[in-house]
């Protein structure tokens, strides 16, 4: 797992820092020596140097690669220092670099890489018209441009940028930021290399494949169908028949794991269900008492209408069930309508960001500024998991934050939240001590799962069945 913050976690954890006796300076320098060796295999290079710490940090590498031979520019919009900053700088110009001042003078053909050092995870707002061309006609440029600790322009804990540098590769010192993956981050940031630098807080958690390794072991031999789990969804319509094959083939492509899938719909589309189900149990919702005994998780709302009788259903199986509930889609709405009731932090929800506004009574704007405060205080409130889906997916019990980057835009089609919805209704079925990364872990396989669709079909050719497929072992 990768450490992931906020620029306000991120100040503090470097107050900390110096707190034990270390000096600006020197964690500047360290830093410059860190993006320096990122930076050894070009030889002309021109670094982008803006009025804060942040260009403080490529003065220091600027240094060290003088002193390797490397022909070094710096580009100075705006000749003002903080003052760790304009202890590095005044070393360049001991060396001899060559320095451009203001906006218009440089000449960027030349070089192999532009570093960029202009805003650090401090920017909010919006940049002034010149630094808004001058970032356009880097961006134009075609150059490599590598960015010390955030592509300047872009919020380093939202992602949301209205110009921003778009960075081949991020060197980002102590955590990496949110903003790096929520929204448009990752458009802006292609490849990500962490410094931790000894940085220490209570911080988010980026997954990565290898972290799912806890939650893949191998089968017993004496073990049953019953061993791993049974576990049923409610879903279906008349308009959505669908929407709940879709969940079936992803909870049973048992593709997932669960041993046992049952799959309770009205009862007049049975007919229409049956015939794709051949490992599953198909029940009516007049038996959902009956369907749901002895089940390790249940999934609720694919393709399962708006009207009343969805409402009073959910209520019935929350007070019955004693098992973790997974809500998406129109289980949601029946959620809200309940009033959002407790279900004593066994609830799980998937909303994305509309459906989010809705649950917490926000606007979608607001969920887009701040979705991971968002995702931990509505859980805090309701005493659930939330799982605020997007570019990249936050998962919260609102202590403890899971960050997923992994997926693809193809995934934004019909069907995708269905296929997650059958994912994690398998996974936490399984009954995995920790159910917040049992979660995270259905996050995470289902956005690799639809990455290889997206390989074999392409972002416009991949549907959502394709990710199901994908989900086989």
């Known amino acids: 797992m990768i450490d992931v913050a906020t620029a306000r976690q991120t100040r503090e954890a470097e107050e900390k820092i110096f707190s034990k006796g270390i000096t600006p300076i020197e964690l500047m320098g360290s830093v410059g020596r860190f993006l320096s060796e990122e930076l050894s295999e070009y030889n002309d290079i021109l670094f982008l140097c803006g009025t804060g710490n942040n260009a403080g940090d490529g003065y220091a590498a600027a ?24 202890y590095y700088f005044n070393k360049c110009q001991i060396l001899g670099v060559k320095c451009i001042f203001g906006y218009q003078n440089g000449n960027i053909s030349r070089y192999d890489v532009i570093v960029d050092c202009l805003f650090g995870i401090g920017f909010h707002g919006a940049v002034s018209e010149e630094t808004a061309s ?13 960015s010390a600790d955030i592509p300047s322009g872009l919020n380093a804990d939202n992602g949301c940028a209205d110009v921003a540098i778009v960075a081949d590769k991020v060197v980002t010192v102590g955590f990496a930021k949110y903003g790096l993956y929520l929204n448009a981050g990752k458009d802006y940031a292609k490849n990500v290399a962490v410094l931790p630098l000894g940085f220490e807080g209570e911080v988010g958690k980026l997954l990565e494949p290898k972290d799912c390794a806890e939650f893949v072991c191998q089968r017993e031999n004496d073990a049953h169908k019953g061993t791993y789990g049974y576990v049923g969804i409610f879903g279906g319509s008349e308009n959505y028949t669908g929407a709940v094959k879709l969940a079936n083939l992803a909870c049973a492509a048992a593709y997932s794991g669960s041993g046992v899938i049952k799959l309770v719909v009205p009862e007049k589309i049975m007919d229409a269900v049956a015939p794709y189900l051949l490992e599953s149990t198909l029940f009516s919702e007049s038996q959902y008492l009956s369907a749901i005994k002895g089940l390790s998780c249940i999934g609720i709302g694919c393709g399962w209408g708006r009207d009343e009788s969805r409402v009073e259903l959910l209520k019935a199986v929350i007070n019955v069930a004693s ?17 959002l009731p407790d279900y004593s932090n066994r609830l799980i929800i998937t909303p ?30 309701h005493g659930c998991i939330t799982v605020l889906k997007g570019p990249s997916t936050v998962i919260t019990d609102g202590k403890n934050i899971y960050l997923t980057n992994r997926g693809c835009a193809g995934m934004a089609t019909a069907g995708s939240g269905d296929v997650l919805l059958g994912v994690m209704t398998a996974v936490v079925g399984q009954k995995f001590e920790n159910l917040l990364k049992s979660v995270a872990y259905a996050t995470i396989i289902n956005g690799i799962a639809g990455e290889f669709a997206q390989q074999k079909y392409t972002d416009i050719g991949m549907t959502a069945k394709d990710t199901s497929d994908f989900l086989r072992p």
């Open 352 to 381: 994305h960001y509309a459906e989010m506004a809705r649950l917490a009574d926000l606007s979608v704007e607001e969920v887009r500024l701040d979705p991971v405060k968002t995702a931990m205080d509505f859980s805090l409130r």
């Open 323 to 339: 098992c973790p509930i997974v809500l998406d889609a129109d289980g949601l709405f029946a959620w809200k309508k309940l009033g």
């Open 63 to 86: 240094e060290l690669l003088l002193r390797a031979d490397k022909n070094v520019t710096l580009w100075i919009p705006n000749k003002k220092f903080s003052s760790a900053g304009e």
């Open 134 to 146: 001058l970032i356009e006609r880097i961006n134009a440029s075609g150059k490599r441009v590598i």
